[in-house]
């Protein structure tokens, strides 16, 4: 009597799920732009973007990557644009007036947001305020001894400025009551440290 042989195999295909998990997807940079209101002609003026704020990485997903800014595209008036990593540019005015002004800052994956601004450079000028705040001061916000002008797309990047706190209005950080965070994302901690002032003048 024969006998069969022949057993099946059973052939057991494991399906695997290998993608990777989803890369979160940050929110761009929040720009972030000081300078005084107004300077005297042939002084040098320092616009300053190091309170752009960018995005970090969630709290629970400690291996992904925050963002960084890449660069900084300085307009002024109808001057050529100056593009840079650095978030400070030292610029000198020859003649007296209002220059039109706006920062442009670009992230790592390309995001951009940008603010706009102005200058008056006149001929003499006083020393304007004292303190952290004067009335004297349209924007309120007085540092270094001159009304100063810090330009913003958003909260996180106004800073606090001499225990007084400032909040994003009408593209402009003005003396208010403590911000709310409306973006876990960004955070007090989250300014560029990208080297020190570029302390030439065009």
């Given at each position: 009597?024969?006998?069969?042989?022949?057993?099946?195999?059973?052939?057991?295909?494991?399906?695997?799920?290998?993608?990777?998990?989803?890369?979160?997807?940050?929110?761009?940079?929040?720009?972030?732009?000081?300078?005084?209101?107004?300077?005297?002609?042939?002084?040098?003026?320092?616009?300053?973007?190091?309170?752009?704020?960018?995005?970090?990485?969630?709290?629970?997903?400690?291996?992904?990557?925050?963002?960084?800014v890449t660069g900084f595209r300085f307009e002024i008036a109808t001057f050529p644009a100056v593009d840079q990593a650095l978030p400070t540019l030292s610029w000198t005015f020859n003649g007296a007036g209002h220059y039109a002004l706006r920062l442009v800052v670009t992230d790592d994956a390309g995001r951009q947001s940008s603010v706009d601004s102005a200058i008056d450079i006149v001929a003499d000028l006083a020393d304007a305020c004292t303190g952290a705040s004067a009335p004297a001061c349209g924007s309120g916000v007085c540092a270094?001894?001159?009304?100063?002008?810090?330009?913003?797309?958003?909260?996180?990047?106004?800073?606090?400025?001499?225990?007084?706190?400032?909040?994003?209005?009408d593209a402009a950080c003005a003396v208010s009551a403590a911000p709310t965070p409306t973006d876990d994302a960004y955070g007090g901690d989250d300014v560029p440290t990208l080297g020190a002032a570029d302390a030439g003048s065009p």
């Open positions: 009597m024969k006998q069969n042989l022949w057993h099946p195999v059973v052939l057991v295909v494991l399906a695997c799920s290998c993608s990777k998990a989803a890369t979160p997807t940050l929110p761009p940079p929040i720009a972030g732009f000081w300078h005084p209101s107004a300077a005297r002609v042939g002084e040098p003026v320092v616009f300053d973007a190091s309170t752009t704020a960018v995005a970090q990485a969630p709290a629970d997903d400690p291996g992904a990557a925050g963002a960084r270094s001894g001159q009304c100063a002008t810090f330009a913003c797309a958003g909260d996180p990047a106004c800073p606090a400025l001499s225990g007084q706190t400032l909040a994003c209005s």
